[in-house]
């Protein structure tokens, strides 16, 4: 079945460290996306892509990096200079068209131990 | 800007009664999509139901239904006969534009917490 992988679930990061999270698409979808959710908050757009090697800014992209190699992948990075990565992340990806929305993976609970 | 407000932190719903949650929007856009998604506790959104800004019927899936009042700028989510299994979080969201080619952004709400009691 196609859909969205997201990896690892839960993820737990260190002071200091970079940390990357996985998204793999397999719907042939051209737009990709990575959203933050807060508890008790809506979501909050990162970073986006619509085709290989392009990318843009979204709404709260300090502290993050992103690239997109393969039209399948869209791995987002945390970086140090995130100073609240504490969140709950959502990868989406949408045909370039979007008339139907998103489809959603099923998160990576990131946590700073 | 562009902006989706829900304005009920929660709800409570009984078993197999009927339940509405609030959605104002606002864009100068004419040309916009309406989503309302549903995020159960284990945090993946699922997909509940569209409404396009020139669609003139309110969207209907199943037991979901959408009041569409363009005028107000209200797109609110009607759950029929709720369901235990509907307890969970839901968003209202807009996308700016047709959607034909480019990129297209989902703007979210705060979201409403359901809670459907037996």
């Known amino acids: 079945d196609g859909g969205i992988t997201q990896s690892p679930k839960y993820l737990f990061r260190k002071e200091g460290q970079n940390v990357t999270l996985s998204c793999e698409q397999n719907?042939?979808?051209?737009?990709m996306y990575w959203y933050r959710q807060d508890p008790g908050q809506g979501l909050r757009l990162i970073y986006y892509?619509?085709?290989?090697?392009?990318?843009q800014k979204g709404d709260i992209a300090e502290g993050y990096s992103v690239s997109r190699e393969k039209k399948e992948s869209f791995p987002l990075t945390v970086t140090s200079a995130q100073k609240n990565p504490t969140a709950f992340y959502l990868c989406?990806?949408?045909?370039?068209?979007?008339?139907?929305?998103?489809?959603f993976g099923s998160g990576t609970r990131l946590t700073v131990v | 800007a562009q902006k989706i407000t829900q304005t009920q932190p929660g709800m409570f719903v009984q078993e197999k009664e009927a339940v509405t949650l609030d959605c104002t929007y606002d864009?100068?856009?004419?040309?916009?999509?309406l989503f309302w998604y549903k995020q159960p506790s284990s945090g993946e959104m699922i997909f509940l139901i569209y409404?396009?800004?020139?669609?003139?019927q309110n969207a209907t899936e199943g037991r979901y239904s959408l009041n569409f009042q363009k005028a107000r700028k209200s797109a609110n989510l009607v759950i029929s006969a709720s369901q235990l299994g509907d307890s969970a979080m839901y968003f209202c969201?807009?996308?700016?534009?047709?959607?034909?080619?480019?990129?297209?952004?989902?703007?979210f709400g705060a979201g409403t917490r359901l809670a459907v009691h037996p």
């Open positions: 409404q396009g800004s020139y669609d003139e």
């Open positions: 969201a807009m996308r700016e534009g047709r959607g034909s080619g480019g990129y297209n952004k989902l703007i």
């Open positions: 989406a990806s949408s045909m370039e068209t979007g008339i139907y929305g998103y489809t």
């Open positions: 892509s619509q085709i290989v090697n392009d990318f």
């Open positions: 719907l042939n979808h051209d737009a």
């Open positions: 864009t100068s856009d004419q040309s916009y999509g």
